[in-house]
T-cell receptor
Framework: SAVISQKPSRDICQRGTSLTIQCQVD?????MFWYRQQPGQSLTLIAT?????????ESGFVIDKFPISRPNLTFSTLTVSNMSPEDSSIYLC?????????FGPGTRLTVL | EDQVTQSPEALRLQEGESSSLNCSYT??????LFWYRQDPGKGPEFLFT???AGEEKEKERLKATLTKKESFLHITAPKPEDSATYLC???????????FGSGTRLLVRP
């Protein structure tokens, strides 16, 4: 299996600011994903980040709000920009690894 | 539109009382069906992937099965530590995107 770590594990931010979340994997993977889990809800895909190409965003998510970097095969970042209280969620990184998808521990974001 | 529905929303069991969780799906070309366990405040923990109807996989007290329309997660003689939310997700067509159901919250009482 692939082991994934995320930083920070949680944060409390003021509206209008931005937060960058880091995702580190212990193996080289082609496909990485960013999901959002709103309070009491299930997971929704934000974007797919493949190394060497631009991230692909799902309907309802835009690059200006959620810019993503994927500089190498073991690392990615997701930035939540110009935050509002509606952005309060858990943000999860996942990777496709030999046909299975593994998730990181998540970043719990609270926007005041 | 690809869709995943899980039932029941919540399930309370006595320790040792076996039961099943259901995941029904409507997708255009199933690529894979995934089961995860999620504890409060944590990321989903991978349990199983099923690829074709008739396939079964087991892990400790859990057994997952798959038909053309649904999947079941059977829990045999559950223990309190099995208490968690169980999530079902599908991949469809050529996409690696996971489409999640809303989950089943399982509580096992001693």
């Amino acid at each position: 299996s692939a082991v994934i770590s995320q930083k920070p594990s949680r944060d409390i931010c003021q509206r209008g600011t931005s937060l960058t979340i880091q995702c580190q994997v212990d193996s080289q993977v082609t496909m990485m994903f960013w999901y959002r889990q709103q309070p009491g809800q299930s997971l929704t895909l934000i974007a797919t980040a493949n190394q060497g190409s631009e991230a692909t965003y799902e309907s309802g998510f835009v690059i200006d709000k959620f810019p993503i970097s994927r500089p190498n095969l073991t690392f990615s970042t997701l930035t939540v920009s110009n935050m509002s209280p509606e952005d309060s969620s858990i943000y999860l990184c996942s990777v496709e690894y030999y046909g299975e998808q593994f998730f990181g521990p998540g970043t719990r974001l609270t926007v005041l | 539109e690809d869709q995943v529905t899980q039932s029941p929303e919540a399930l309370r069991l006595q320790e040792g009382e076996s039961s099943s969780l259901n995941c029904s799906y409507t997708v255009s070309g199933l690529r894979g069906l995934f089961w995860y366990r999620q504890d409060p405040g944590k990321g989903p923990e991978f349990l199983f992937t099923l690829y074709s109807a008739g396939e079964e996989k087991e892990k400790e007290r859990l057994k997952a099965t798959l038909t053309k329309k649904e999947s079941f997660l059977h829990i045999t003689a559950p223990k309190p530590e099995d208490s968690a939310t169980y999530l079902c997700a599908v991949q469809a067509g050529s996409s690696y995107k996971l489409i999640f159901g809303s989950g089943t919250r399982l509580l096992v009482r001693p």
